[in-house]
Structure formats: C-alpha cells, structure tokens
C-alpha cells in the first residue's frame, strides 16, 4: 500500500488516525490471494 496523505507524524501514537483505506488495502490483498 501506499500513504494516501503523507506520514501524518504529528498524530503518529495519538490513535486518531483513520486507517479504513489500509483496511480495505488488506482486505483485497487477502481476497486476490484467495481467488489466485
């Protein structure tokens, strides 16, 4: 995956951060790898 937004270091370890991309990223990594 890649950053979407830059590397947001000034809310790095706050656990504000939105991670639903990086979600879906794994998500259909771990599907292309079911269906291969």
Known sequence: TSVDHGTAY???????AEFSS???????????VAHK
């Open 10 to 16: 000034d809310i790095a370890g706050r656990g504000v």
């Open 22 to 32: 990086m979600t879906a990223a794994i998500r259909l990594a771990a599907e292309l």
